[in-house]
């Protein structure tokens, strides 16, 4: 399986510039388009100014600039030149931002206003060179102000040019673009807490984008509204680089996507395909979608019927896409698993969601499905020419870990030959660190991280995210952690407040009278669960959580913190 042209990001846009010149390509959801035609002159005016600041094939070149159409713009015009992009969560701690930066030798670094504050200051390399990404004008360091630090560092840089200039005269400078190329340099914030720089090649990418298509159309007439961080390979690949592979049109937020900056924003947009993290559609069901379909005794009883449950689910459904903007045909959720309850009412409903499994290493995706083909529970069909397989199964379950070898692969973790050789067995298929299924030979079923695997003393495997899975199903829970302490399982639940003023008018009352409900509410929600899970599962001991809990990028929690 080939693409209609050479699989690099290059090649890629080079196409879409040609084909959809008059296409728009990217816009903000207030803004005016920018088509396929200006995207191609900006990228040129692009590659011109980084080459002019010694920027050569293969140097680092790091964005810091929270979703605009300047991110993907920047984006295309380093990986067209044959640079390695190097973008960075805006959420990262300064500390980890700084120490990215460093250990990925960036050389220039796009910024946007509101994020200048976290490098600007910095006693960064003298010689990196800083771009406005809102604009493209170069930025002056500010702790390099005084006039002897400003003449050094043009010199320097001049210098760098005339060498760059000379290497390349004498053709030690490779500028050809090839799909085996670095294309991107990832550092993930994963839930261990340990940060790798995930190397990313130009058919990694593309392929992996490219056989997404395959199955699930998209065309220059899509509208595409992205609410998760682009520097996440998930929103690139999926919500980035396909858009650009097929001609649509990508519209981003200037605020960050709450409900009140949503609802308008869809309305204007209209969108035909969303992305999203189970969490989003988790709390709008439970905040939202169930407290009108439960919110009299009446409904309550006729949402416990099937038939009559499936028919208000449709009701719902509908209104849910009225919400979306009603052109909805693809609502993709991927990054973590979805509640049960909440794709009961998606697949009732009708509504056109589909579920996709990947991972940063994959570029993301491993498997996935389009909203006709979905599979209750099921992940979807594994993508063409990838080879997954289930090592070391277990007898019984048939559970075991999802290993993958093919052209979506990552090259290795960037200056980390241990890491890489851990992650890889010996015949070369990458370890996920995933526990699934695979069922009839393709479709794959997640059951959980094998580093989260909590192994009872009766010596059954307890998977925390099953348990979570039964908590979360409470109204009262917005989200549940369980973690092994002392040989027994706990639970750490954050509640939904909105909820509890609703029932109990919690807010009414006086201090000590709500700790009492809090921790009567707090062993209901265990008993409950306990009633819905094996004896070796149950759960011995529940507190509350006080705040949301820390999370990744694409909203899963960040465990490590809480063991």
Request: aromatic letters at 8%; glycine letters at 8%.
């Amino acid at each position: 399986m080939k693409p209609p042209f050479e699989p690099t990001l290059k090649g890629m846009i080079d196409r879409s510039c040609q084909i959809y010149a008059k296409r728009p390509a990217l816009s903000a959801v207030d803004g005016d388009p920018i088509t396929y035609g200006d995207l191609r002159t900006e990228i040129d005016a692009l590659i011109l100014m980084m080459s002019e600041n010694g920027i050569v094939k293969g140097d680092r070149v790091a964005l810091l600039s929270q979703n605009m159409p300047n991110w993907g713009i920047a984006y295309l015009a380093v990986t067209s030149m044959g640079a390695v992009v190097v973008p960075i969560l805006i959420d990262f701690h300064v500390n980890e931002i700084l120490h990215i930066l460093k250990h990925s030798e960036a050389k220039l670094v796009f910024v946007s206003t509101a994020q200048y504050d976290k490098i600007g200051y910095a006693d960064l390399d003298p010689n990196i060179v800083l771009v406005a990404i809102d604009n493209f004008e170069l930025l002056q360091h500010r702790t390099s102000k005084d006039k002897l630090s400003e003449f050094i560092f043009e010199q320097g840089k001049q210098l760098q040019k005339l060498k760059n200039k000379a290497l390349k005269a004498l053709g030690a400078i490779d500028s050809k673009v090839n799909p085996d190329d670095l294309a991107s340099l990832i550092y993930t914030s994963g839930t261990t807490g340990s940060s790798k720089g995930v190397m990313l090649t130009h058919k990694n990418l593309v392929m992996d984008a490219y056989i997404t298509t395959q199955f699930q159309r998209m065309d220059e007439y899509d509208r595409l509204l992205s609410v998760l961080p682009l520097p996440h390979t998930y929103e690139c690949t999926i919500g980035f680089i396909i858009p650009m592979m097929q001609g649509a049109c990508v519209y981003y937020l200037d605020k960050p996507p709450t409900a009140r900056v949503l609802l308008p924003a869809m309305q204007k947009v209209r969108p035909t395909m969303i992305l999203t993290v189970p969490l989003i559609i988790e709390k709008i069901f439970k905040m939202q979608i169930y407290p009108q379909l439960t919110g009299n005794p009446a409904f309550k009883k006729l949402y416990q019927l099937p038939p009559t449950r499936k028919l208000l689910h449709k009701v719902a459904g509908r209104k849910l896409m009225k919400t979306f903007g009603g052109q909805l045909h693809f609502f993709g959720i991927g990054g973590a698993l979805l509640s049960y309850e909440v794709e009961r009412f998606l697949y009732e409903a009708g509504f056109p969601y589909a579920i996709g499994y990947g991972l940063t290493e994959t570029s993301p995706l491993i498997a996935g499905s389009n909203p006709q083909e979905v599979r209750f529970r099921g992940t979807g069909k594994v993508l063409d020419t990838l080879q997954v397989r289930i090592a070391d199964p277990n007898p019984k379950t048939r559970i075991g870990e999802i290993q993958v070898k093919g052209d979506t692969v990552m090259k290795g973790y960037y200056k980390d030959a241990q890491r890489t050789a851990e992650a890889f067995t010996e015949d070369g298929f990458f370890k996920t660190g995933d526990l699934g299924i695979l069922r009839k030979g393709q479709y794959l079923y997640i059951i959980g991280r094998s580093k989260n695997v909590i192994v009872a003393a009766s010596g059954e495997n307890i998977y925390p995210e099953e348990v979570e899975a039964k908590l979360n199903e409470q109204e009262a829970v917005l989200e549940s952690l369980v973690l092994e302490s002392g040989g027994q399982i706990t639970a750490r639940v954050f509640l939904n407040y909105e909820y509890l003023e609703n029932h109990y008018h919690l807010d009414k009352m006086g201090s000590v009278p709500a700790e009492k409900l809090i921790l009567k509410l707090l062993e209901d929600i265990r008993a409950h669960a306990n009633q819905n899970l094996s004896s070796f599962s149950r759960i011995h001991k529940i507190s509350e959580q006080k705040e949301p809990f820390e999370k990744t990028a694409t909203q899963k929690i960040k465990r490590f913190l809480y063991q």
